[in-house]
């Protein structure tokens, strides 16, 4: 994660965001493809950050944007052998990752759902075998 603008954030931190958030994506749904078996899932979080365009978090929404598409077309790929991936976009949680950004502040948040709240949301969104969890699937 990374606060600034898009002038601002250095190259470097852009390409760790990407190297971590989108290319790991992308290898997680790769390598998941060869050894998950036929009705299996691979599940991954790109978050809410994939559905947001957010001043001053323009280079973190980008990386967790190309992780969305990656594993929307991974979806599509993997459909023929049976395999769900499952797009996690759980909205802000307090896992205390803005307090750990690659660069720059954190702005003053409203309180994030709790992680026991994500985890549970997840379990039953695999046991349903749904296809796709966004923001909005995480409301009361």
């Known amino acids: 994660m990374a606060f600034g603008g898009i002038h601002e954030v250095p190259g470097a931190v852009v390409d760790e965001m990407f190297k971590v958030n989108a290319?790991?994506?992308?290898?997680?749904?790769?390598?998941?493809?060869?050894?998950v078996r036929e009705g299996?899932?691979?599940?991954?979080?790109?978050?809410?950050?994939?559905?947001?365009?957010?001043?001053?978090?323009?280079?973190?929404?980008?990386?967790?944007?190309?992780?969305?598409?990656?594993?929307?077309?991974?979806?599509?790929?993997?459909?023929?052998?049976?395999?769900?991936?499952?797009d996690i976009r759980a909205p802000h949680t307090e896992t205390g990752l803005t307090g750990r950004a690659l660069w720059g502040h954190a702005p003053k948040m409203p309180e994030g759902l709790s992680p026991n709240k994500v985890v549970a949301?997840?379990?039953?969104?695999?046991?349903?075998?749904?296809r796709d969890l966004p923001s909005s699937a995480f409301s009361d």
């Open 121 to 130: 949301r997840v379990m039953q969104a695999l046991e349903s075998a749904e």
């Open 40 to 86: 299996g899932f691979i599940a991954s979080f790109s978050g809410v950050a994939a559905e947001m365009t957010v001043m001053n978090m323009s280079a973190y929404c980008a990386s967790k944007s190309a992780a969305h598409v990656a594993m929307a077309v991974g979806a599509r790929e993997l459909r023929p052998k049976k395999i769900t991936v499952l």
């Open 23 to 35: 290319r790991g994506t992308i290898n997680v749904v790769a390598c998941g493809a060869a050894v």
